[in-house]
């Protein structure tokens, strides 16, 4: 098992940042990809960021230029810049493993003035 504990959300302004953090535990080594999803309130949930172990990193086209993903050793990070109120979503960690794929419990991001 893969145990995801994030931290970093909040209450921000528009056009401010946030970064996000995100710890993994467990059986750590199976990792093979960690990322950020977002679900904003009467919407699916989606893809914010992914990166691999071996450095490919993909991103929605909402974010780019704005978010930035990055990864050390079993953490996961998401440096989010310029924030719009679309941003607003509970965001989730996700890690993908050879033993399956784990959320950690959201961290809520609201984006308003």
């Known amino acids: 098992q893969v145990q995801l504990v994030e931290s970093g959300g909040g209450l921000v302004q528009p056009g401010g940042s946030l970064r996000l953090s995100c710890a993994a535990s467990?059986?750590?080594?199976?990792?093979?990809?960690m990322g950020w999803y977002r679900q904003a309130p009467g919407k699916q949930r989606e893809l914010v960021a992914t990166g691999t172990n071996g450095g490919i990193i993909n991103y929605a086209d909402s974010v780019k230029g704005r978010f930035t993903i990055s990864r050390d050793n079993a953490k996961v990070y998401l440096q989010m810049n310029s924030l719009k109120p679309d941003d607003t979503a509970v965001y989730y960690c996700n890690a993908r493993s050879t033993i399956g794929s784990f959320w950690g419990q959201g961290t809520q991001v609201t984006v308003s003035s």
């Open positions: 467990g059986s750590i080594y199976r990792i093979y990809a």
